[in-house]
């Protein structure tokens, strides 16, 4: 067991020694933070002081080593843009994501897996037609025409939710939370809706689908013949067992929600991680940009690890071929 | 009893009433955030606007943008390089500090440290001296007229509240230093900061101590960024904002359509303009004689372009064509400067063939995508007029976050670029940077190569000519050589517009900087 856990962690170590690597490459086609930076009427001379002092005159290699040296030492560095380090950026953004990212989890569960069971349990009524053919839509319409389009009817027309912004915050310490106001929840719905849109279409399908191969296994025709009752089979014998995999796939998806949370938060001018990556993009802010992709890439290797490692636990198989 | 409880309700309504009829919130919001509270941190005029309603500088901008005395109450030149400033008595910073020429003097030593982002800006003043607790005299590198206009963007900050928050000397990326007042601001200005939340929102209120009589009716700005523009639209109609500023030029009908909301439009200063290439060889031709040495060639580049129906068109009759490098309310701006070469394709096929190039000639157009007001749309224009009279132009856009880095080195032929003269908001701005050849600190964005040994020797005399009258004409001369040499290809000047909801009157700038303390809401 210490074994599989060591190489996991071993192999997590040369991800992040990747992820960094092409994220650092790929810093040079972005631009130069320079423009930006410098003033307007700025003379050749200033402009090239400032590389200097930035660092981003030097080879990339060496920018590289700099980087992975004061990163090892848990130093990430601080924001070209409004000079502030940058642990303490990505600390105040991350409240805003996480509680995004768990109502789209919660919308998405609680929405899917009883569309997908009553779509499974009578796939011919109007109902699950109705329910399969929006899913498509949902899963098909970019995430950005969604937002608007809720902004327009819900905000702007229906005037009920605010179109932007998290509402009024609680600070608990460090956390910032909209989950205790009135305002804050009611400006967490439109964006929660928008990010859960594919998930909860990609649920409800999943759930569909092992529902539907469930109910046509053997013990579940053994239960019906031994008259069981319907809501005891459909319920309690057959969901059980086609939820496995949607708790997997919940899993890695919430570390996708995560990442890819970006357009949500520009549409809805969300104070996460999303917008704070936008923003570092655009102005070139290459201390930020590096921190962002290197804590997606980990959230990432973590999660999977921890996956990797469940699986092992779970499945003697997989504990048997590693030893 | 009955009514001895009307009449308190009635009061009780009536000192809410009081309350609510007080209390003046304006929200508002644009693309852009607050980047930092550190006024020396940044170069962004954004952040400099926003920052002039906590920070006063010595010297402002009044209501007509011309310059008068804030913290500072008289000046005058003790020597030709050294200006004396008498000092407002009685002024508090917002923490109840008393203001005195210390603050001045700390605030310059911080601002002139080799560690400060916004140096440049005042790379002609060498330091402050504090002559006594309400003189300062600021000393310049040789005669320098534009002194006042520099200290317009100079915010004054607290040195006592910057000896004890350890803030003496600025942040500092290289040695990760960072400072207190990148999310602290303690001022003089019309409006305190309340709280600071990047992204999220900024909110300010009023300064009941601000030492100048308020021509504003506010208690309270509540700033909130919204960066994708169909969001801030939304919410302005909405009702959840009561200004947007800038309006997106494609909402504009829609929000003037919609009943309660109005456009507010003015030109800003900012001029767009395209950079000619005065190298020996085109990138689009390499090997080549580079064809636009020649003027007439660059003068048929001019009358081929047709800017009315770019403004049409492209610009929905927004923008003002010009034919000068500066804007009207510009020092330099002349009328007579001011006039394109007029659209005729004939001509510029005539003036082509003249030239030696009766089959035309290749080149490239770079322009970026998200800098300017419908930049990429304006290039695409241009290059099929260009090409209609022969000149085959290959148009290449990108991201302004690449684009400045590659015109910086020189990579493009034919380039977009925008001109605001900002900060000093002078045209000696567009011979420094734009017109002068690229050496001993001039011409910064002269990225066309361009060395006119006229325009070299008439900047240079302009940066020491304390004459008001004199200098002025030298900029109009320099500026008349420029255009009847195509030194650019002047295109338009930009639209400013706003959106706000009935009953919301804040002024324009023609330098795009919002300044609520002129502001009235009802």
């Given amino acids: 067991m210490l074994k599989v856990l060591l190489s996991r962690l071993g192999q997590a170590a040369l991800v992040m020694l990747v992820v960094s690597a092409v994220s650092f490459v790929m810093f040079r086609y972005v631009g130069d933070p320079v423009a930006s930076m410098a003033r ?6 200033e402009k090239a002081e400032l590389r200097r002092t930035l660092g981003i005159d030097q080879p990339v290699v060496v920018q590289y080593g700099r980087f992975l040296a004061r990163t090892l030492s848990g130093d990430l560095g601080i924001s070209f843009r409004n000079q502030r380090p940058v642990t303490q950026l990505i600390a105040e953004r991350l409240p805003a994501t996480l509680e ?25 009524g109007v109902a699950a037609r109705l329910v399969q053919a929006l899913s498509l839509i949902g899963i098909s319409t970019p995430t950005f025409v969604t937002g608007i389009v809720l902004i327009l009817v819900f905000a702007v027309t229906l005037g009920w939710l605010p179109s932007f912004g998290r509402g009024q915050v609680v600070e608990l310490g460090w956390w910032s939370t909209g989950f205790l106001t009135w305002s804050g929840l009611k400006s967490l719905l439109l964006p929660g809706i928008t990010l859960a849109l594919y998930q909860l279409t990609l649920i409800m399908r999943l759930v569909r689908a092992e529902m539907i191969d469930v109910l046509s296994s053997d013990y579940i025709r053994f239960a019906k013949a031994r008259g069981l009752p319907t809501r005891y089979i459909h319920f309690r014998l057959a969901l059980r067992n086609a939820l496995m995999p949607v708790i997997t796939v919940t899993g890695l998806q919430i570390g996708s929600l995560i990442a890819f949370a970006i357009i949500t938060e520009t549409v809805f001018q969300w104070p996460g991680m999303g917008l704070l990556f936008i923003q570092a993009v655009s102005f070139v802010d290459i201390p930020v940009m590096a921190a962002y992709l290197l804590f997606v890439g980990l959230l990432f290797v973590i999660i999977n690890t921890v996956v990797d490692i469940l699986y092992a ?11 | 009893m009955k009514t001895k409880l009307v009449a308190c309700l009635s009061v009780a309504v009536g000192a809410l009433m009081g309350v609510s009829a007080e209390a003046k919130t304006l929200r508002w919001s644009s693309p852009t955030d607050i980047t930092t509270l550190d006024p020396y941190a940044h170069t962004e005029s954004f952040t400099t606007s926003m920052l002039h309603h906590v920070f006063d500088p010595l010297v402002r901008r009044n209501r007509n943008l011309e310059l008068e005395p804030a913290l500072a109450v008289s000046w005058k030149n003790v020597a030709p390089d050294t200006w004396r400033f008498e000092l407002r008595k009685g002024v508090k910073f917002h923490n109840g500090d008393a203001f005195t020429a210390d603050d001045v003097v700390a605030s310059f030593d911080r601002l002139l440290d080799p560690t400060s982002r916004a140096r440049g800006n005042v790379a002609t003043i060498v330091k402050a001296v504090k002559v006594d607790d309400y003189t300062v005299d600021i000393m310049t590198q040789g005669p320098y007229p534009l002194l006042l206009n520099d200290l317009a963007g100079v915010y004054i900050m607290d040195k006592k509240w910057m000896q004890a928050n350890n803030a003496l000397k600025p942040g500092n990326i290289a040695t990760g230093v960072t400072t207190a007042a990148s999310t602290t601001a303690v001022g003089t200005g019309p409006f305190k900061i309340e ?27 509540e700033f909130k960024p919204v960066k994708s523009d169909a969001t801030r ?23 003037s359509a919609a009943p309660g909301f109005k456009v507010v439009e003015e030109p800003s200063l900012r001029l767009i303009m395209l950079t000619v290439p005065f190298r020996p060889e085109l990138k689009a031709m ?13 003068q048929a580049m001019w009358h081929a372009i047709d800017f009315e129906a770019i403004k049409k068109r492209v610009m929905r ?12 309310p510009v020092p330099g701006y002349s009328k007579d400067n001011d006039q394109p070469f007029g659209y005729d ?47 085959q132009t290959d148009l290449q856009t990108e991201s302004r976050a690449t684009y400045f880095p590659r015109q910086d080195r020189f990579e493009f032929d034919v380039s977009m670029v925008g001109w605001a003269t900002l900060p000093p908001m002078d045209g000696f701005s567009v011979l420094a940077s734009l017109l002068a050849e690229q050496k001993e600190g001039y011409g910064g964005s002269n990225s066309g190569g361009l060395a006119n040994p006229q325009i070299d020797a008439l900047t240079r005399k302009a940066a020491v000519e304390m004459d008001e009258t004199k200098r002025r004409a030298m900029l109009v001369e320099t500026l008349k050589i420029a255009r009847d040499s195509v030194a650019y290809i002047p295109i338009h000047q930009q639209p400013l517009a706003w959106a706000v909801r009935d009953g919301v009157d804040v002024p324009q700038f023609a330098d795009e900087y919002v300044r609520l303390w002129f502001a009235n809401v009802k």
């Fill in chain 1, 40 to 45: 307007e009427n700025a003379s050749v001379e």
């Fill in chain 1, 100 to 124: 995004l990212v768990i109502i789209a989890t919660i919308l998405s569960l609680s929405l899917g897996i009883p569309l997908g069971v009553l779509c499974a349990l009578k796939p011919n």
């Fill in chain 1, 313 to 323: 636990v779970v499945d003697p198989r997989l504990r048997a071929r590693s030893a």
């Fill in chain 2, 195 to 221: 709280s600071y939340k990047p992204d999220a929102g900024t909110n300010f209120v009023v300064n009941t101590d601000w030492w100048d009589k308020p021509q504003h009716n506010l208690t309270r700005i």
């Fill in chain 2, 233 to 255: 639209v939304a919410a302005l109609l909405s009702g959840e904002l009561d200004l947007i500023a800038p309006a997106p030029l494609q909402d504009l009908q829609r929000i």
């Fill in chain 2, 286 to 298: 390499p090997g080549q004689k580079n064809p636009m040495l020649d003027l007439k060639v660059r």
């Fill in chain 2, 317 to 328: 009759d927004k923008s003002r064509n010009t034919g000068t490098l500066v804007a009207p």
């Fill in chain 2, 345 to 391: 394709p004939e001509k510029a096929k005539k003036l082509l063939a003249e030239a030696g190039y009766p089959n035309g000639f290749k080149t490239k157009l770079n322009c970026p995508n998200d800098r300017y007001i419908n930049d990429e749309q304006t290039c695409v224009a241009i290059a099929s007029m260009w090409t209609k009279v022969g000149i």
